[in-house]
């Protein structure tokens, strides 16, 4: 009769000690972090104890104020609460500044996807090889990013005027690089499989391109797509506080005028479109099968 044999029990690995260099090192990077930190605040005068001590602005901010003036007269300035709910006057004007706030956003985003998807293509090392061309891509879409919407718009209400139109052009421009390098990486991280047996079969880059990385990556580009309109929805409101339409720049203009009450109605209109748009987004990534 054969001894049973044991296989030998595998050795766990143990953990390195923490050295003294490597928590000296530890401590000068939080103390570096540290006076970083201080010194920003001290730039920006960043001080809690003003903010505890305007209390009473904020206050009249929201619930309005008496103001007495020199002949003695006395008027109340209305704060932003209560909400201003004149149907004619505000609550419909407001939906249709939402409206044209969403068509802002669609158009800026729907618009850049030709470029974004040329310059993803040409940025991406797995659609492409040819290193000029991918650091000239990379390159063009960092300048393009770097310019915030806000200056493109700017510009484009110097040259056409202020209205919907900049605004459009601005989040199209803006979007094309910071989409165009979402999808990039997107492109980035697809299998390699497929798209080196094309390769090795004779297809061209657009060949490989068309035919496996693109297929493979469409379930999250039409995430980042998604995600992308969500953010421009965001962003011309912004932008239309400088002129480049969309309700933002009527928000602008109740600020401008002291009718804050009718400002904070539009502020709570924004902030119930950008609920809507959230929920409909992740609806649509969850029926495209991108979450």
């Not at 923490?18 to 000068?28: D, F, S």
């Not at 007269?73 to 939906?95: C, M, N």
């Not at 094309?198 to 990556?217: C, E, F, N």
Request: proline share 6%.
């Amino acid at each position: 009769m054969t001894g049973l044999t044991t296989a030998p029990r595998p050795r766990l690995d143990i953990p390195p000690r923490y050295r003294p260099a490597g928590i000296a090192t530890g401590a000068v990077v939080a103390i570096a972090l540290i006076l970083v930190h201080w010194y920003a605040a001290v730039q920006t005068n960043t001080s809690p104890k003003e903010l505890l001590e305007g209390w009473r602005g904020l206050w009249n901010f929201l619930f309005g104020v008496d103001r007495t003036y020199p002949n003695g007269k006395t008027i109340h300035q209305d704060g932003a609460f209560p909400l201003d709910l004149r149907w004619s006057e505000t609550i419909r004007p407001g939906l249709e500044y939402c409206l044209l706030t969403i068509w802002i956003g669609l158009l800026g985003t729907t618009l850049s996807i030709p470029a974004a998807l040329f310059f993803a293509v040409i940025s991406s090392r797995t659609t492409n090889r040819f290193v000029p061309l991918w650091f000239l891509g990379r390159g063009v879409m960092s300048v393009l990013r770097a310019v915030p919407e806000t200056v493109y718009a700017l510009m484009f209400i110097a040259a056409v005027g202020f209205g919907a139109f900049p605004g459009v052009i601005a989040l199209a421009i803006h979007n094309v690089a910071v989409m165009g390098k979402l999808w990039s990486e997107a492109m980035d991280e697809v299998d390699q499989g497929p798209v080196e047996a094309l390769r090795v079969a004779g297809a061209s880059p657009v060949q490989s391109a068309a035919h496996a990385v693109l297929p493979a990556v469409m379930p999250s580009l039409l995430g980042l797509l998604l995600y992308r309109f969500d953010t421009n929805v965001r962003s011309s409101v912004i932008l239309g506080t400088v002129g480049a339409g969309g309700i933002g720049f009527f928000i602008k203009t109740e600020v401008d005028s002291f009718h804050f009450d009718t400002m904070m109605t539009y502020v709570c209109m924004v902030i119930v479109l950008i609920i809507v748009i959230d929920l409909f987004s992740a609806w649509l990534r969850k029926k495209v099968g991108t979450v």
